[in-house]
């Protein structure tokens, strides 16, 4: 097969040419489908509506949240409120929990009263969005009509209520809850992908702050734990000390006469061993 040789150009220059050529031709093809949906009325402003400044502005009050290390049900209801500011058509938003072994969901948090009526309707007949999203660990985007088909019994309510549009994303709490996090809409527009990553972004936040805070939760009440335990320790030690004076026995010796003796006042071997080093130390000399 023999290359092609654009004309006017050396042979060396054919690659760059190449590159630049598929470059312009993509370039058209973009600014043409642009023009094409700007002429028809199709176009959108979904772009522009993700960068105005009020998206920004709730993403940098979340981020600030985040950071305040709030308390769980804050920071789900900061979730609710900011996931509606950063989401364009976004009305409403809510977060459902429920323990994996049992059928009790309940809305944690909510950016309006009327979310807990909205998710009612999904707990009392057992099927929606946000039921859905939290036991597959899937995110959930529909519009009515497609509700209708999925959760005919949930759609005819939430329809009544005027919702539209609905997006709930998983939302992983702990071992013993699942969770989602739900957006309603009033509007027949639907959720986009960038909706659906815009979710995914703020829950994944709100997991990590999670864990997070736990987990130093944990590390301080562990770090407690073991500080407590080398002073009981360290307290016992003494005790066995003063017992091997007192009688001129053994450490092995003395550790187990502190161990009959807490078993003849019913007591524990360190609260024994506090009471004998602090009766030494208040003798006077």
């Known amino acids: 097969m023999t290359d092609s040789v654009t004309p006017g150009l050396p042979p060396d220059d054919h690659s760059t040419a190449a590159a630049l050529a598929a470059a312009n031709a993509f370039d058209d093809e973009i600014a043409g489908a642009l023009s094409s949906r700007t002429a028809s009325g199709v176009r959108t402003a979904i772009t522009m509506q993700y960068f105005a400044a009020d998206t ?80 597959t660990g899937r995110i959930v985007c529909v519009h009515v009509e497609d509700a209708a088909a999925r959760w005919p019994l949930f759609a005819a309510a939430a329809s009544e209520a005027g919702v539209r549009s609905f997006l709930s994303a998983p939302l992983d709490v702990d071992f013993e809850h699942a969770g989602s996090l739900n957006i309603y809409s009033f509007g027949d527009h639907g959720f986009s992908d960038i909706d659906e990553v815009l979710v995914t972004v703020l829950v994944t936040a709100v997991e990590v702050a999670v864990w997070e805070s736990r987990h130093t939760a944990d590390a301080r009440e562990e770090s407690g734990n073991l500080r407590r335990a080398m002073e009981t320790r360290a307290c016992i030690e003494q005790a066995k000390g003063i017992v091997m004076a007192v009688r001129g026995i053994t450490a092995d010796a003395a550790f187990a006469a502190l161990v009959e003796q807490s078993q003849r006042e019913n007591v524990r071997v360190s609260v024994l061993a506090e009471r004998t080093v602090t009766s030494v130390v208040a003798v006077p000399l």
């Open 56 to 135: 920004f502005d709730a993403l940098d009050a979340f981020r600030g949240l985040l950071l305040s290390h709030s308390r769980f049900e804050t920071l789900l209801q900061g979730l609710c409120e900011q996931a509606v500011a950063a989401i364009p058509g976004a009305d409403m938003a809510g977060v459902t929990l429920l323990h994996h072994d049992a059928a009790n969901p309940e809305t944690a948090a909510r950016s309006d009263s009327r979310v807990s009526d909205i998710d009612a309707d999904q707990y009392r007949v057992n099927e929606g969005p946000c039921l859905e999203a939290a036991r």
